[in-house]
């Protein structure tokens, strides 16, 4: 298996643009959590799904990120409009039987 | 409060050197145990898991972890490192009934050749 594969790997985008970050999780996997890492907070769960469904997403910091996942081989995290704070590496991880497996992150700067 | 505490910002050894990473946290169950290894510019690997059972746990790359219930520690043990181990490691937790996993803060191993 290729693993959990995320694109793009890097982004950089002006302030008050929309971002898509692009996630497939491993083939089978029941769960896909977003995560976000920055120096200062740490790794921070966003969202997490189960079976395609969002579960909790009390972790989402302001209305101007979403999430979906239309079917159990893709899941979107947008962000509309990006400000220069929302400036992270993001990583989305896809789980079964509860071990987590990460995939590389996108690095998004917000100019 | 809910807290997963790895009190070693940074750790530096030399290669061939015995390893120590502690991790601590604070829960009222016994959750589910984790250790990641990051690499720079990569994501997060997953080292070794306790759920149950034996306490002392073999990982992958050489590592081993020992959950002790009485100091709700679980810590990471390698007895030989090689420069390739430098990277930042995570301890996560589990909580039951939850699929929230709760990462540390996170140690920064350098190795010294």
């Known amino acids: 298996d290729a693993g959990v594969i995320q694109s793009p790997r890097h982004e950089v985008t002006e302030m008050g643009q929309e971002v898509t970050l692009r996630c497939k999780p491993i083939s089978g996997h029941d769960y896909l959590f977003w995560y976000r890492q920055t120096m200062m907070r740490g790794l921070e769960l966003l969202i997490y799904f189960n079976n395609n469904v969002p579960i909790d997403d009390s972790g989402m910091p302001e209305d101007r990120f979403s999430a979906k996942m239309p079917n159990a081989s893709f899941s979107t995290l947008k962000i509309q409009p990006s400000e220069p704070r929302d400036s992270a590496v993001y990583f989305c991880?896809?789980?079964?039987?509860?071990?987590?497996?990460f995939g590389q992150g996108t690095r998004l700067t917000v100019v | 409060a809910q807290s997963v505490t790895q009190p070693d910002i940074h750790i530096t050894v030399s290669e061939g050197a015995s390893l120590e990473l502690r991790c601590n946290y604070s829960?009222?169950?016994?959750?589910?145990l984790f250790w990641y290894v990051q690499s720079p510019g990569q994501g997060l690997q997953l080292l070794l898991k306790y759920f149950s059972g034996d306490t002392l746990v073999q990982g992958i790359k050489g590592f081993e972890a020992e959950f002790k219930r009485s100091q709700s520690s679980f810590n990471l043990r390698k007895p030989s490192v090689h420069w390739s181990d430098a990277a930042e490691y995570f301890c996560a937790v589990l909580p039951p009934g939850t699929y929230k996993y709760i990462f540390g803060t996170g140690t920064r191993l350098k190795v010294l050749a």
């Open positions: 829960y009222g169950a016994t959750p589910y």
């Open positions: 991880a896809s789980s079964l039987a509860q071990k987590a497996f």
